[in-house]
């Protein structure tokens, strides 16, 4: 069964960074985010952590937490159940 945060996570990447031509199925869970296939750069983090920001109400607080969160999709789901209130659905 899919998780659904790691679904969503992987909706929102698509329509924050305007994707065309790549599906939320594409995005597979442990692939790196930044400098993976979906050849995201610094600035596409930085949208993307704003966003992610606003909808589950956490902090990334540095660019170094920034990188640990955005390892991958199963790095940013952890990474938001550890940090959110109340806590996401998931396994």
Same mark, same amino acid.
């Given at each position: 069964?899919?998780?659904?945060? $790691?679904?969503?996570?992987?909706?929102?990447?698509?329509? $924050?960074?305007?994707?065309?031509?790549?599906?939320?199925?594409?995005?597979?869970?442990?692939?790196?985010?930044?400098?993976?296939?979906?050849?995201?750069? +610094?600035?596409?983090?930085?949208?993307?952590?704003?966003?992610?920001?606003?909808?589950?109400?956490?902090?990334?607080?540095?660019?170094?937490?920034?990188?640990?969160?955005?390892? +991958?999709?199963?790095?940013?789901?952890?990474?938001?159940?550890?940090?959110?209130?109340?806590?996401?659905?998931?396994?």
């Amino acid at each position: 069964m899919a998780d659904p945060l $790691t679904e969503r996570l992987k909706q929102l990447i698509v329509e $924050t960074l305007h994707l065309e031509g790549i599906a939320p199925a594409d995005i597979p869970d442990d692939e790196p985010l930044v400098g993976g296939g979906l050849s995201l750069d +610094s600035i596409d983090a930085l949208e993307l952590v704003v966003r992610l920001e606003k909808e589950f109400g956490i902090k990334i607080a540095s660019s170094e937490e920034a990188r640990r969160a955005l390892a +991958s999709v199963k790095a940013l789901a952890a990474y938001i159940r550890e940090r959110s209130d109340p806590p996401r659905p998931g396994p």
